[in-house]
């Protein structure tokens, strides 16, 4: 089995460091800790995984390094300066494309484009807007309403605009996740080629092993919650550009993705174990204390 390999980027400078993050959120019962101790440096141009059963607390590392959450310990760093709200330097494509019904497919990218205009003139908007659409082969469709798409056509519109403004790192939560098979082929062959021809730091959410292996630089495996942190990190050398039908006859691939499966379904199993064993001498102690 292929060694999971932690820290691929040790002798790099720091694009995105998250450190020591933890977060609570407020129940009945008392807080409920999602994440402890998670620490994670990410290289600039790196694509990153996030895997792990549901409820790890996946989109909840993604929702701080988005700022739409602040972390309850520790903290995110983007390029020196601390992450603390919602900016154009990081841009989230969701599951749900969120597209404005109302407008158009020009129209939703054009919005944010002005969000981020950076000084363009209105024939220099124009222009980009127009480029980030090919980039995602939906140039054909830029006068149609969100209504008269396909579900993978709104996803490309989604990353489209997610690109348009040009952010340091983009942030996808698990955005192939509702659509059919083959168009999630396609869709994924096009982050494939955006990410060679951007460059971009990219961490992305999935349940789908083949496509982060296929996507990925490094997949980071989460640890059941409550108190979800990284279990490993598996960093997968194989060279760019992937071509998914070869990579079925790719023994490293194989590897890897027996790798990430054995995580998930037999060491997963043990942590969830021992964590149960260890609940249960804690009860035990505490009521013994009780009685005595």
Known sequence: MTKPIQNKTSGLQRHLELSDIGIDFPTAKGPFCALKNLNLKISKGEFISLIGHSGCGKSTVLNIVAGLYQATTGGVILDSAEVNEPGPERA???????L?????????????????????????????????????HM?????????????????????????????????????????DALTRAHLQ???????????????????????????????????????????????????????????????????????????LYEKQNKIQTVSRVKADIARSKKKSSSAA
């Open 100 to 136: 404005l019904p109302w407008l158009s497919v020009y129209k939703n990218v054009e919005l944010a484009v002005k969000q981020t205009r950076n000084g363009r003139s209105r024939a220099e908007m124009k222009a980009w807007v127009e480029h980030n659409l090919d980039l995602v």
């Open 189 to 263: 062959d096009s982050v494939i080629e955006i990410h060679a021809s951007l460059g971009n730091t990219v961490i992305m959410i999935t349940h789908d092993v083949d496509e982060a292996v296929l996507l990925s630089d490094r997949i980071v495996m989460m640890t059941n919650g409550p108190a979800a942190t990284i279990g490993e990190i598996l960093d997968v050398d194989l060279e760019r550009p992937r071509d998914r039908l070869e990579m079925t006859d790719n023994i490293k691939y194989n590897q890897y993705r027996h790798a990430v499966l054995t995580f």
């Open 139 to 179: 140039t054909h469709a830029a006068d149609k309403l969100p209504s008269e798409l396909s579900g993978g056509m709104k996803q490309r519109v989604g990353i489209a605009r997610a690109l348009s403004m040009q952010p340091k790192v983009l942030l996808m939560d698990e955005p192939f996740g509702a659509l």
């Open 92 to 98: 989230v494509v969701f599951q749900n494309h969120s």
